[in-house]
């Protein structure tokens, strides 16, 4: 990303190892990223286990457990970054808050706490990672977010999940726009039904067949398409919102 410096990515949002932020870190530091990552309410072991994963790879990598849902978690966030790496080139707002409700169980403390994490806590950790950028002088900057392709098909019994996930495709384009001059591309991509260890084989079996390309989702896809996003190949792309789900049809 900048040229003699050795690129560093924000992952947010690494909370298990068969998930699509685990797959994401293991395929940037795989060409060469140092890794910072936020985990939540997951086991400390693991943290520390995946920790060490990623070095091996030959990178730096560290990690911060983060409630993301916290209103100054962005400047904690990124406070922490810059003083044990640097300040990063690359952010990718993986994280997410999700419980099915339904019009018969939404109620203002589940609409919130979706609206915390999927929406607050990426949104102002986007415009303080470009506020700094800005303020450092950078040249070339990435922004990530992961989304689920609410804006193109329903979800059924998610509807605080699906309407604020669903609002990262309308932030995605108006922020790419802003920091376009700035030399930060601004991308969103929907991995589409993803096998990140929630799956079970039942619901693969009723999955796989709206498959086109005959099978369901797994992290490394999308991890390999951020990856790309990332690059200084993708130099040129923003303001796009990805769905690379391997054909998916929706009913």
Known sequence: MNKGKKSIAVVTGVSHPKGIGAAICRKLASVGTDIFFTHWSSEVEWSQSFLKEIKELGVRC???EI??????ASVKLLDTVTAELDFPSILVNNAAHSVR??????????L??????NMRAAFLLSVEFARRFKKLNRSSGRIINMTSGQDIGPMREELAYA???GAISAFTRSLSAELAPLGITVNAVNPGPTD????????KQVLSPNFL???????DDAARLVA??????AGWITGQVIHSEGGFLRS
């Open 62 to 64: 560290e990690g911060l």
């Open 67 to 72: 409630d993301l849902s916290d209103v100054e």
């Open 101 to 110: 409700d339904g019009y018969e169980h939404l109620d203002a403390k589940t």
């Open 112 to 117: 919130d706490e979706h609206y915390s994490v």
């Open 163 to 165: 309407a604020t996930k």
């Open 196 to 203: 990140s260890g929630w799956m079970t084989e039942e619901i």
């Open 213 to 219: 390309l005959g099978r369901v989702g797994k992290p």
């Open 228 to 233: 790309f996003l990332a690059s200084e190949e």
